[in-house]
């Protein structure tokens, strides 16, 4: 009898790299590319795939996320609920609970604002009325695995998120941006009337008031300043001056026009001279000032730029289709009157030194260093081209001289030179444009044009550029998306471009930046649970990244935060295309899996797979559930005998794998508010050829 050689087994290695890929076919793509994924991006440097970190609502004071919760073991005689607020007889130490957990011995509370010393012997009360005794003190962070650490971190940024709030007003939030470490948002009124301002604050949201603006003409050589106690000349009205908006003429030559800015004022102006002091009669104006209001529901789109050259002169320029636009320094507001007759433009850069508003297919711009004059005699211009503007990108150009990218949604002019002294406006190219609130600049400048994200830059010959269209592998996904584009921003810290659309879904396009340049090595798809209408990715005075955006229900919310979709689960998927091991046509009998990751925190994944094509005719393996217990300690930052002495940050985790096809493809899905995110880095298959297929 002669006994048949078993075969030998081999082992196949996918790298989780490449992304997301509707088009590619199955004997031709590579391992690790996926063919369905939701809420996974693409590791920095190409390492792998991660599902991503969630985002919380955000109003100045601190994150949820930032929450502590502490242990405290007790003997129970009456009850003790979530939610009750405990007070500790003779040390008047305050809590309230977050859980109560009776699985073992000794019961104890899951608490937080805690407030005071918690001894270990004395009567604990809910409404004055003892339920049980402490028998510890409270132990911070004091869970006895990583995953009720995890846990009850949730809870804790459970009960924290409540604290903070909206906008104030209705509707959704119309634009938000950061200046020296304060974030700005915009939403409509209560009834919907007009648009307020408010700023973050360690209390939330806090109103801006807009202020007041006069228009005046001067009546000599004085030169009115910011800080200036004005006062009518007849009505004894008076006002301090916070900015001077000089729009024709000069104070030197006696013929200055313009508005003066102030936060409020005493009495009533009318038609008369205005003094300075003892220096009379140095302007006159016609009627009373005005109240700053903002008509409602624009689109606000904002840049920071220093016309001063002061440290303490930077300033946020922006426009919003419905009102003029502005000038901002987080107190004073400054309308600025360009002298079109439909005065609301709707995109804005600075070049240059000039500020730049787009009005359909017209580019209007400041006169050199001077954001508030639009005349043409101090250097203001009118540049047409023909489609109407979806937004401005300052290109490098050349190595001396950059150009503006002016984008229309089928074509791109590019404007050389200076100053309207020698400025070059030249058509790129036809049938190649750019949807609106798309365009961002990450090493080179990318945006969603028809035929899908399209990177746009610079080549060697002077003043040229070079586009490509780096979305082919995942087109099909992008025609039922793109005319859905509803905001776009860059993440420093990934390498990433990101853009979002009005369902709630969204691009993740992750760069790598090797010898050769910046590359793209990937695109995944994501879904939130709010909708991204207005967003900002700034750094603030230490150089850290904030990612900001403001949804359809008046909340701004930190993007790259915390582990849930600010208190729901986050659902993150990925499917590979299906993988044959170097071996089509042939049968395989798979004998195992490793999956290889690393993370920092705990985390649970449920991995299935399908074989031959996940056809029925076959037997299919059944689904697996991985605990992930990725929590190192980090020194110097814990308290002893109060962390978790095993842990880890990487682990390849062995999985059975029972099945027989032509090809394996892997799911693996996380679906939880308290998960970490793990960085699945590839998988290891362990196979035996059968037979060859015919």
């Not at 002091?277 to 789109?301: K, P, Q």
């Amino acid at each position: 009898m002669t006994i048949p050689q078993l075969a030998q087994p081999k082992f196949d290695y996918i790298p989780f790299t490449g992304g997301y890929d509707t088009e590619s076919r199955p004997w031709n793509i590579e391992p690790g590319k996926l063919r369905e994924t939701q809420n996974y991006e693409i590791g920095i440097n190409n390492q792998g795939y991660i599902d991503i970190q969630g985002y919380e609502i955000f109003d100045g004071r601190p994150s949820p996320s930032d929450s502590e919760y502490s242990i405290l073991d007790v003997t129970i005689t009456g009850s003790f609920s979530t939610g009750d607020t405990i007070t500790q007889l003779v040390s008047a130490a305050t809590a309230v609970v977050l859980n109560v957990d009776t699985s073992g011995t000794p019961d104890f509370l899951v608490i937080a604002r805690i407030t005071g010393t918690f001894d270990a012997t004395n009567d604990l009360q809910v409404s004055s009325v003892t339920e049980g005794t402490a028998s510890s003190l409270a132990k911070k962070s004091g869970a006895a695995t990583a995953k009720l650490h995890g846990q009850n971190l949730n809870l804790a940024a459970d009960e924290f998120r409540g604290d903070i709030a909206a906008v104030p007003g209705s509707g959704a939030i119309l634009g938000l941006y950061q200046l020296n470490d304060v974030w700005y948002a915009f939403r409509n009124n209560t009834g919907g009337t007009a648009t307020d301002l408010y700023k973050s604050s360690s209390s939330g949201w806090t109103s801006v008031a807009l202020g007041r603006e006069l228009s005046f003409t001067s009546a000599g050589t004085y030169v009115i300043a910011e800080d200036d106690v004005i006062t009518g000349a007849t009505s004894a009205a008076t006002a301090t001056i916070t900015r001077v908006v000089i729009e024709s003429g000069s104070f030197a030559a006696g013929d200055a026009a313009g508005r003066l800015i102030f936060a409020s004022q005493t009495g009533t102006f009318q038609s008369e001279n205005l003094d300075v002091g003892a220096n009379l009669n140095v302007a006159t104006i016609s009627a009373d000032s005005s109240a700053i209001t903002l008509s409602a529901s624009g689109r606000y789109e904002m840049v920071k730029a220093n016309f001063g050259g002061d440290t303490g002169t930077l300033r946020i320029y922006g426009c919003d289709r419905v009102n003029q636009g502005f000038e901002f320094d987080g107190t004073v507001y400054v309308p600025i009157a360009t002298g079109m007759t439909t005065d609301t433009p709707n995109h804005v850069i600075v070049h240059k030194n000039h500020l730049f508003f787009a009005f359909s297919g017209s580019a209007q711009h400041s006169g050199i260093a001077n954001p508030y004059i639009f005349d043409p005699i101090f250097g203001a211009a009118e540049l047409a081209v023909g489609d109407t503007i979806t937004g401005f990108m300052s290109e490098p150009g050349s190595e001396d001289s950059g150009a503006l990218g002016i984008y229309s949604r089928d074509t791109i002019h590019m404007l050389y030179g200076t100053s309207a002294a020698d400025w070059n406006l030249v058509k790129y190219r036809n049938e190649l444009g750019a949807f609106a609130h798309s365009i961002q600049q990450f090493g080179r400048t990318m945006y969603l044009d028809d035929r899908g994200i399209t990177t746009l830059s610079t080549v060697l010959a002077h003043g040229n550029f070079q586009q490509a269209t780096i979305s082919r592998h995942i087109q099909s996904f992008l025609n039922t998306k793109k005319t859905l584009i509803n905001a776009s921003c860059i993440a420093r810290d990934k390498n990433q471009y990101r853009v979002f659309f009005t369902d709630k879904t969204g691009l993740y396009i992750t760069s790598y930046l090797d010898a050769q340049g910046n590359e793209v090595v990937g695109m995944m798809p994501i879904l939130f649970v709010d909708t991204v209408d207005a967003i900002a990715s700034l750094e603030d005075s230490t150089g850290k990244e904030e990612i900001m955006f403001g949804s359809s229900d008046g909340k701004v919310y930190q993007l790259d935060k915390g582990t849930s979709f600010d208190g729901d689960n986050i659902l993150a998927v990925l499917t590979t295309h299906v993988n044959f091991a170097k071996s089509i046509r042939w049968n395989k009998k798979y004998l195992g899996i490793t999956i290889e990751a690393n993370g920092d925190g705990y985390a649970e994944f449920v991995m299935t797979t399908e074989v031959g094509y996940g056809t029925v005719d076959l037997p299919q393996p059944s689904s697996q559930t991985e605990v992930l217990d990725f929590s190192s300690t980090i020194w110097d930052n814990f308290t002893w005998d109060q962390f978790f002495w095993d842990g880890v940050t990487l682990s390849p985790s062995n999985l059975k794998l029972e099945g027989s096809g032509e090809n394996i493809s892997i799911t693996i899905k996380k679906d939880s508010d308290y998960f970490d995110p793990i960085n699945l880095t590839g998988a290891m298959i362990r196979y035996a050829h059968r037979r060859q297929l015919r």
